[in-house]
């Protein structure tokens, strides 16, 4: 089944660091691809998404992702920190098949 | 334009009860999606549904768990006799036509608690 996969469940960062989100997918037919945040006791917020256009996305927030065939990665990064990105991140692929399938999540606590 | 609604926000009920989750979805979407995320985990699919009918319901449980989307009013995930694994969040999602199958736009989800 296809899939994708985030490694890290918890990423640790200080204010003004980078933040580095990994996710890969498992297909060698190149899908649709979404990072998505949630806020505790929220819904998700699509961050931003890769359709087979520019390889490198840019969304909202500050983050950017960059969508590598040869690696088959989707890897989501910010600059710098900032308090108000603690949150869970979930990478998301889209196969055409009507259904979104998430990786388990990454928590992002921002350090002070 | 107001987005996708969900309601209850918070559900509890006891074991072999009914639970009943509402979605609305956004003005025009014709297309629903419902998801469950357990505790730790990401979100999975369950259902797929457009006005009437259901498309996909490959990840719906086999027993207890239905859904419809009615021609008129709100998507309706429904199960009965709930127990204690059923205690999750549950999403839905909707999109404008199947075309847009991939954009798709969360609700805030319901959060049900089984005691």
């Known amino acids: 089944a296809q899939s994708v996969t985030q490694l890290g469940s918890h990423v640790s960062v200080s204010e003004g660091a980078l933040v580095l989100l990994r996710c890969n997918y498992s297909?060698?037919?190149?899908?649709?691809l979404f990072w998505y945040v949630q806020y505790p006791n929220q819904g998700l917020q699509l961050l931003l998404k890769?359709?087979?256009?520019?390889?490198l996305v840019k969304g909202i927030n500050g983050f950017e992702a960059e969508f590598k065939k040869s690696e088959t990665s989707f890897h989501l990064t910010k600059p710098s920190a900032h308090m108000s990105d603690a949150a869970e991140y979930f990478c998301a692929v889209y196969y055409n098949d009507y259904k979104l399938s998430f990786g388990a999540g990454t928590t992002v606590t921002v350090r002070a | 334009n107001a987005g996708v609604m969900q309601n209850p926000r918070h559900l509890v009920r006891r074991r072999g009860q009914e639970a009943r989750l509402r979605c609305s979805p956004m003005k025009g979407h014709s297309h629903v999606y419902w998801y469950r995320q357990l505790p730790e985990e990401g979100l999975k699919f369950m259902v797929y549904?457009?006005?009437?009918?259901?498309?996909?319901e490959s990840g719906m449980p086999k027993e207890r768990f239905s859904a419809e989307f009615p021609k008129e009013g709100p998507s309706i995930l429904r199960i009965q006799q709930v127990v204690r694994g059923d205690s999750a969040a549950y999403f839905c999602?909707?999109?404008?036509?199947?075309?847009?199958?991939?954009?798709?736009?969360f609700g805030p989800g319901t959060r049900l608690t089984v005691t």
């Open positions: 297909s060698s037919v190149p899908p649709y």
């Open positions: 549904l457009q006005k009437e009918n259901i498309i996909d």
């Open positions: 890769y359709t087979s256009a520019a390889t």
């Open positions: 999602a909707s999109s404008l036509r199947v075309g847009d199958s991939y954009e798709q736009y």
